[in-house]
């Protein structure tokens, strides 16, 4: 998205505003934006409150206005769907009458099916599958985009343009949406992990915790920058740290011994295996 580029969105109703969902209504409101309307709803009154102090958002709260979703969703041409899984069915047949023809509904509903959707939602309303990210609360997503069967290329274009303001977006057949969400989706837990057990074991060889934390979370955002304005990939960044006969050579051979490549291929199989069977009760 380019900074001279105004992007124009329309009306666009969050239904269920927690911290994915809300991210991304976070990032409609950046400069540059322009949106025709934002409406939001949320369980609690607090939470609903708190959204409408938000400029150009229109909040409901579902526990003191049973009609809050359908309020919402009236003559919005985009309906993000950002409650629990579990909680989808009810929600789309809550809705489903509601919904104009030509509305786009979105979902950021992990292991939810575009064919749960499609099958629970009227045929002239179109159904986009997401995998975002957490990142997207610092404008720094990975969010993967599946069209659905009744989707068109117009309706594509629009579920990516609204997912850019909050990072990148890779367009997949939903067929890969759950592989990915082991990677971009899952990924920043295992960062956050290695993070964890690298400040650990600087507190071990003697740091403060506030050292360790400085040196590890220093060194992981140099990186990450390093990689991001390189012209070359991360192995050939590795190569240029590895010192032959060095201090990190020897590291580096220690993970390899440890088989680093065949644990993340075991975690992410494990994570994809979970994903399929959330599909399957969805």
């Known amino acids: 998205m380019s900074a001279d580029t105004a992007v124009k969105l329309p009306v666009i109703a969050f239904l269920g505003a927690g911290s994915m969902s809300g991210a991304v209504l976070s990032g ?3 400069p540059g934006i322009e949106v025709e309307g934002i409406r ?3 369980r609690s009154v607090a939470k609903a409150e708190a959204l409408a102090t938000l400029p150009g958002v229109t909040s409901f709260a579902t526990e003191t206005d049973a009609s809050a979703n359908r309020a919402a969703v009236a003559g919005a ?4 769907i950002g409650v629990k899984p579990a909680m989808v069915p009810d929600l789309l047949r809550e809705i489903a009458d509601a919904l104009e023809p030509g509305t786009l509904v979105v ?6 099916t575009v064919q749960t959707f499609e ?3 009227p045929g002239h309303v179109s159904v986009i599958r997401t995998m975002p990210n957490t990142p997207a609360l610092v404008g720094r997503a990975v969010t993967g985009v599946s069209a659905g069967t009744r989707s068109s290329q117009a309706d594509l274009a629009l579920a990516v343009a609204l997912f850019e303001t909050v990072g990148r977006v890779l367009v997949v057949p939903e067929s890969q949406l759950d592989a990915l969400s082991t990677i971009s989706g899952s990924g920043p837990a295992y960062v956050f992990y290695l993070v964890e057990q690298l400040t650990a074991t600087a507190v071990d060889l003697g740091f403060t915790p506030e050292e360790a934390a400085a040196m590890v979370q220093g060194t992981f955002h140099g990186a990450s920058e390093l990689l991001a304005q390189s012209d070359v990939g991360p192995a050939e960044l590795r190569r240029r740290v590895t010192s032959p006969k060095g201090t990190t050579e020897r590291a580096i051979a220690v993970l390899e011994e440890a088989g680093l490549k065949q644990t993340f291929d075991s ?4 994570a994809l295996a979970r994903a399929r069977e959330l599909a399957a009760g969805a």
């Open 119 to 121: 099958s629970l939602l």
């Open 107 to 112: 979902s950021v509903a992990a292991g939810v």
């Open 40 to 42: 939001a709803t949320n």
């Open 267 to 270: 975690a992410t199989q494990a």
């Open 77 to 80: 041409k985009v309906v993000v």
């Open 28 to 30: 409609l409101l950046r």
